[in-house]
């Protein structure tokens, strides 16, 4: 079965970014992966909502945003008003889990729950009737070009199988470390959807990464 691709902008040349996104919208690729990150749920700062909403006027892709912040019920309005298609928080974060889903799927877009590496996969259950996307991170958030972990395909795999038995409507997304090999792993383990972003900035061609990522 054919992956989805999300293009993670993060290892994209921010001079550049309108020439990165023309290439982007011309491989196959399938969303754009937004990584917001507050300084305080991870030890990182990327970007934040000024530049959604500047590409979301420049593009019509589907716009992926993965929410790395501590709090991040107060801005789910912010992020679906700068053109967020689907919204992910992490199951870690300090904010009322249930509350927030629901606020974001009040909105009109695509609830997602990503769980970090030491968080197992039952810890999403209760949640999983009310999200459209799972994410299971394949490496510790904060920063692109780290090594993917291969542990995490036991917790793919568990979470797919779930998944179908309970005949949930609920996408498998994975974060990190993905290239054309533990791409392939992780989508024999179950994953729809492949995240990637060093390899497809730092591999020449971005249709052909992209088409790699793809094809599996
Ligand atoms: C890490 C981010 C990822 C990151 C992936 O916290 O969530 O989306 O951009 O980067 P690569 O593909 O380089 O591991
Ligand atoms: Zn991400």
Do not use: W
């Amino acid at each position: 079965m054919k992956n989805q691709v999300s293009v993670s902008i993060l290892s994209a040349d921010f001079l550049e970014l309108k020439t990165e996104i023309d290439k982007i919208e011309k491989s196959n690729a399938d969303m754009l992966h937004f990584d917001v990150m507050d300084g305080v749920f991870v030890p990182n700062i990327s970007f934040g909502f000024p530049i959604l909403e500047t590409v979301n006027k420049y593009t019509d892709m589907h716009l992926d945003v993965h929410l790395m912040i501590i709090n991040p019920v107060d801005y789910i309005e912010q992020c679906v008003r700068c053109g967020a298609d689907t919204v992910t928080i992490h199951l870690e974060c300090d904010s009322d889990i249930a509350q927030t889903i629901k606020m974001i799927k009040k909105s009109g877009v695509k609830a997602g729950l990503s769980i970090k590496p030491s968080t197992p996969f039952e810890s999403v259950i209760p949640y999983l009737d009310k999200i459209d996307m799972l994410l299971i991170m394949t490496v510790e958030p904060g920063f692109g070009g780290q090594s993917f972990i291969s542990d995490m395909l036991n917790k793919i795999s568990s979470a797919k199988k779930y998944i179908d038995e309970h005949n949930l409507n609920v996408s498998i997304q994975v974060d990190g470390g993905i290239n054309e090999k533990t791409g392939k792993l992780a989508s024999d383990a179950g994953a729809d959807i492949l995240v990637a972003g060093s390899y497809i900035f730092k591999n020449g061609s971005v249709t052909e990464a992209v088409a790699s990522l793809a094809g599996q």
